[in-house]
């Protein structure tokens, strides 16, 4: 009997160790390694520690020439890109340091460092605690940001989504943009909330968007947007402002396109 208690107790604790374990935390530092040797990032359940720096600044840094700032003004490209080439999955993570897809380097370099995903890119279920900055990244294939909290500024300016994209039911307790953002497949926001201003500024839709039951705490700025394909928007609620100047809405002005669809 008292054989079976230990061994009971081994499993007990065998199982609290795991389920310990499935709660565990991850450098940041370890993704990156990871990465650059070709591993597919798979991980659920976690906090990540550390600034996790998908630019690779550092490495990439030991391998650049020094530039003056005044080599930049002549036609000089300082933009130093890297290529995310497995796959990521982050699901039910927070991410307790900044989270960096695009750093400008310019105090000291003079550079600016960006990554861009070649396969799928899965933020589901997460929270940014600190700065998220996708600004010119690229994502190739299938992208989410579903149900993830970005507590601190977060961009994705200039970002390309090339394939399935979602950001459903997310909330932005920070200002966010969407400047010049191109997104080529349908996407939605359904559900979600911004509690600062959001800018889609020069913003193309090419395969239509749902903001249904999105509400925007501020001002939206959708001035110079694009939108082809479907423009949904039952249940928005906008608190503030909404600047709409030059909106093209499948060739209609915002108004116009809202009274049409009356």
Same mark, same amino acid.
């Given at each position: 009997?008292?054989? =079976? ?27 990156? #390694? ?85 396969? =799928? ?25 579903? =149900? ?20 459903? =039911? ?13 997104? #080529? ?42 939108? #082809? ?34």
């Amino acid at each position: 009997k008292m054989k =079976n208690k230990i061994t009971l107790l081994t499993l007990v604790f065998t199982l609290i160790s795991f389920v310990g374990y499935s709660q565990k935390t991850v450098n940041a530092e370890d993704i990156i #390694r990871d990465i650059n040797n070709g591993k597919d990032i798979s991980i659920s359940n976690a906090t990540i520690e550390g600034t996790l720096d998908f630019t690779d600044m550092e490495e990439k840094l030991k391998d650049l020439p020094k530039r003056k700032k005044k080599w930049w003004n002549n036609g000089g490209d300082n933009m130093v890109k890297n290529r995310i080439e497995v796959n990521i999955s982050f699901t039910n993570c927070t991410f307790k340091d900044d989270v960096w897809a695009y750093y400008p380097d310019s105090e000291d370099s003079g550079y600016t460092f960006t990554a861009s995903f070649y396969e =799928n890119a899965i933020f589901k279920d997460c929270t940014f605690e600190r700065k998220a900055m996708f600004k010119y990244s690229d994502f190739d294939k299938k992208s989410s940001f579903e =149900n993830t909290e970005f507590q601190d500024d977060s961009t994705f300016k200039y970002a390309k989504f090339k394939n399935e994209i979602s950001f459903a =039911n997310t909330n932005f307790e920070n200002e966010a943009t969407f400047k010049y953002a191109e997104f #080529r497949t349908f996407i939605s926001f359904e559900n979600s909330i911004f509690e600062e201003s959001a800018t889609f500024k020069y913003s193309k839709f090419k395969d239509g968007v749902s903001f249904k039951k999105v509400h925007f705490k501020e001002d939206l700025n959708i001035k110079y947007t694009e939108v #082809r394909g479907e423009f949904i928007i039952s249940g928005m609620k906008v608190d503030y402002d909404i600047d709409s100047k030059y909106t093209k809405i499948n060739g209609s002005g915002f108004n116009k396109y809202l009274l049409k669809n009356q």
